[in-house]
C-alpha cells in the first residue's frame, strides 16, 4: 500500500525560528492535509491542499502541494511555544487517509 | 457547532474482553472513519462507514468490526482483546465519503491489561 515517509522525525528549535518538514509519497495523492496533535487530543486539521503546485497559508502556517503530486512541504514561521506537538501529514487516494509518521516540535522559549 | 465526540475518553479492559467506542460525528456529516494510534505503528486506518455501509477497510484482523447508525453515529468494535490493542483509538467525521477535510475526536484511550 501506500507509504508516507515524512521528515524529520522530531525538530528541537528556539522561540522564533522558522520550521520546514516535508512528506514523501511512494504513489501520487490527489490531496495532502497537515494536521497538528496536542498530547491527549485528536489531531486538528491546519491545511489542505487539493491540486499540484498549489500553495497555502493559514496564519503563519504555509503548505505546498508538490509538482510532481508525491510530496508536500509545511512551513511554521516565526515559532511560539504553542507551536509544540506532533505534526502529520496526510494523504488522500481513495477514502482512506494515510498518515505520515509525524514531526515531533519541540520549541525552546 | 458541536464538534466530534467519542466516548468513553479511558477505558481499561482485561485480556480476553470485548469493548465497544462510540463516536458520534459532527452534524451534518455522514462518514465516519476509524484510526487505531500506537506509538509503534503511528496512525492507522481501521474502517470508514457512510451511510450505514463500510466503504472501506484497513488491515486489521476479524476482531475489529464497526457499524454506523441512521443518525452517523458509529460504534467500534474490538473482540477478544490482546495487550496490542492498547492503543488511542480516534473517530473522523467528514461530510461525505471520501471527503478530503476529516476533524478527528479527542479519542479513546483503551488499555488492555
Known amino acids: 500500500g501506500q507509504q508516507l515517509n515524512q521528515s524529520p522525525q522530531s525538530m528541537f528549535i528556539q522561540e522564533g525560528e522558522d520550521v520546514s518538514m516535508n512528506c514523501t509519497s511512494s504513489?501520487?495523492?490527489?490531496?495532502w492535509l497537515w494536521y497538528k496533535q496536542d498530547p491527549g487530543e485528536g489531531p486538528v486539521l491546519l491545511i489542505a491542499?487539493?491540486?499540484?503546485?498549489e500553495l497555502t497559508s493559514n496564519g503563519r502556517l504555509t503548505a505546498q502541494f508538490g509538482i510532481t503530486r508525491k510530496d508536500s512541504f509545511l512551513n511554521i514561521s516565526a515559532s511560539i511555544p504553542s507551536d509544540v506537538g506532533i505534526y502529520f501529514c496526510?494523504?488522500?487516494?481513495?477514502?482512506?487517509?494515510?498518515f505520515g509518521q509525524g514531526t515531533i516540535l519541540t520549541v525552546h522559549p | 457547532k458541536a464538534g466530534v465526540t467519542q466516548t468513553p475518553r479511558y477505558l481499561i479492559k482485561t485480556r480476553g474482553q470485548q469493548v465497544t467506542l462510540s463516536c458520534s460525528p459532527i452534524?451534518?456529516?455522514?462518514?465516519v472513519s476509524w484510526y487505531q494510534q500506537t506509538p509503534g505503528q503511528g496512525l492507522q486506518f481501521l474502517f470508514e462507514?457512510?451511510?450505514?455501509?463500510?466503504?472501506n477497510k484497513g488491515n486489521f484482523p476479524g476482531r475489529f468490526s464497526g457499524r454506523q447508525f441512521s443518525n452517523s453515529r458509529s460504534e467500534m468494535n474490538v473482540s477478544t482483546l490482546e495487550l496490542g490493542d492498547s492503543a488511542l483509538y480516534l473517530c473522523?467525521?467528514?461530510?461525505?465519503?471520501?471527503?478530503?477535510?476529516?476533524?478527528f475526536g479527542q479519542g479513546t484511550r483503551l488499555t488492555v491489561v
Open positions: 452534524s451534518g456529516h455522514r462518514s
Open positions: 504513489s501520487i495523492f490527489n490531496t
Open positions: 496526510a494523504g488522500l487516494p481513495y477514502g482512506k487517509l494515510t
Open positions: 462507514y457512510f451511510s450505514e455501509t463500510q466503504r
Open positions: 491542499l487539493y491540486k499540484a503546485g
Open positions: 473522523a467525521s467528514s461530510l461525505v465519503s471520501r471527503n478530503t477535510e476529516a476533524f
